[in-house]
Nanobody, 123 residues
Framework: QVQLVESGGGSVQAGGSLRLSCETS?????????MGWYRQAPGKEREAVAI???????KYADSVKGRVIISKDNFKRTLYLQMTSLKPEDTAIYYC????????????????WGRGTQVTVAS
């Protein structure tokens, strides 16, 4: 069974920073697993924010490019999302996902989801 547990969300002012974490456990080899961060704002569909391949290759949505960094620690089996210069439009629930290893930002590629962590950015 795969478990993904997000943390690090909160409320910040525009221009602020947050670091999200996703601790993983279960019967899978984290170091060879492709992961991603996704978000869902109220009234909107879930969207891909950033993905990371097993070799550390990353890809970002245009809306966050230059403001977020996705990374992972294979020894800790933990995925991270460092977010800076946050904007009110970044307000959403952020989800960690274990995904198939395709080089694309696609929600449907996710096979396992965490429960999410709320990020609220005030103007």
């Amino acid at each position: 069974q795969v478990q993904l547990v997000e943390s690090g969300g909160g409320s910040v002012q525009a221009g602020g920073s947050l670091r999200l974490s996703c601790e993983t456990s279960g019967q899978f080899t984290f170091s060879s697993t492709c992961m991603g961060w996704y978000r869902q704002a109220p009234g909107k569909e879930r969207e891909a924010v950033a993905i990371i391949a097993e070799d550390g290759t990353t890809k970002y949505a245009d809306s966050v490019k230059g403001r977020v960094i996705i990374s992972k620690d294979n020894f800790k089996r933990t995925l991270y999302l460092q977010m800076t210069s946050l904007k009110p439009e970044d307000t959403a629930i952020y989800y960690c996902g274990r995904r198939g290893c395709w080089d694309r930002l696609r929600v449907l590629d996710v096979v396992d989801w965490g429960r999410g962590t709320q990020v609220t950015v005030a103007s």
